[in-house]
């Protein structure tokens, strides 16, 4: 059974740096896509950003230059990097992946961020 379980949340003032961890656990298969999503209330969860088990990249236009994806194929571990902090970054942050046509999700990690 695969579980995702996120770290590293929290709050920072405007313009600090946070680092979430997101680590997989169960039968995962070497192949997939693993990514963050954010949902600020009344919102919906959009992606944040995603990268495959091969370092293949992508974001949202919002957070370029600010934060960086990045992977651990051998702790079955992806982090998400964040500087430059904004007040609109403030989410819920989930970590998600993808093995072919399952998705699975994490329970969430919170992010604050005050101006």
């Known amino acids: 059974q695969v579980q995702l379980v996120e770290s590293g949340g929290g709050e920072v003032q405007a313009g600090g740096s946070l680092r979430l961890s997101c680590a997989a656990s169960?039968?995962?298969?070497?192949?997939?896509?693993m990514g963050w999503y954010r949902q600020a209330p009344g919102q919906q969860r959009e992606l944040v950003a995603l990268?495959?088990?091969?370092?293949?990249?992508n974001y949202r236009d919002s957070v370029k230059g600010r934060f960086t994806i990045s992977r651990d194929n051998t702790k079955n571990t992806v982090y998400l990097q964040m500087n430059s902090l904004k007040p609109e970054d403030t989410a819920v942050y989930y970590c998600?992946?993808?093995?072919?046509?399952?998705?699975?999700w994490g329970q969430g990690t919170q992010v604050t961020v005050s101006s």
């Open positions: 998600n992946l993808r093995i072919i046509d399952t998705i699975y």
């Open positions: 990268i495959t088990s091969g370092g293949s990249t």
């Open positions: 169960g039968s995962i298969f070497r192949l997939n896509v």
